[in-house]
């Protein structure tokens, strides 16, 4: 092999070496790039999901504070349900009450009624008797 035949293989060697240098410099250019990418789309992506998570968060904590208003709102009404039916049950006892001493009542005044009736029946009788008696002493 002659020189110029060997330098000419050196600089085709050389030469082909420069190519695979640029070759995986472009490469590495271009594989870093993809990755800037694919980390910029993750972290939107990241965001995009957060946003949309938050977002999800306050409409459910919206409708757990409703929710939970509406069963105050719905425990308040209970209690004033059972306080009404605790003092209707007292009126119904009181008006029991009222009924059973309006009926002694009404039987004491009827046994009242009864003995004056029976008092003024028998002074009839004993006032019938002595007019009896009389008309016979004078007879």
Known sequence: MTCAQIQQQEESEQKHISEQVAMKESFENEFESLRQKLVSNMYQE?????AKTMQLNDKLTSQLKTALAEMESMQITLQEKEKEVSFAKR????????????AQRRAEK????????????????????????ETQEIC
């Open 46 to 50: 990241m965001g995009d999901v957060m």
């Open 91 to 102: 009126e119904i006892k009181l008006l029991k009450y009222k009924e059973k001493m309006m």
């Open 110 to 133: 009827a046994q009242a009624r009864a003995s004056l009736v029976a008092k003024t029946q028998e002074e009839k009788e004993k006032a019938g008797g002595d007019v009896v008696e």
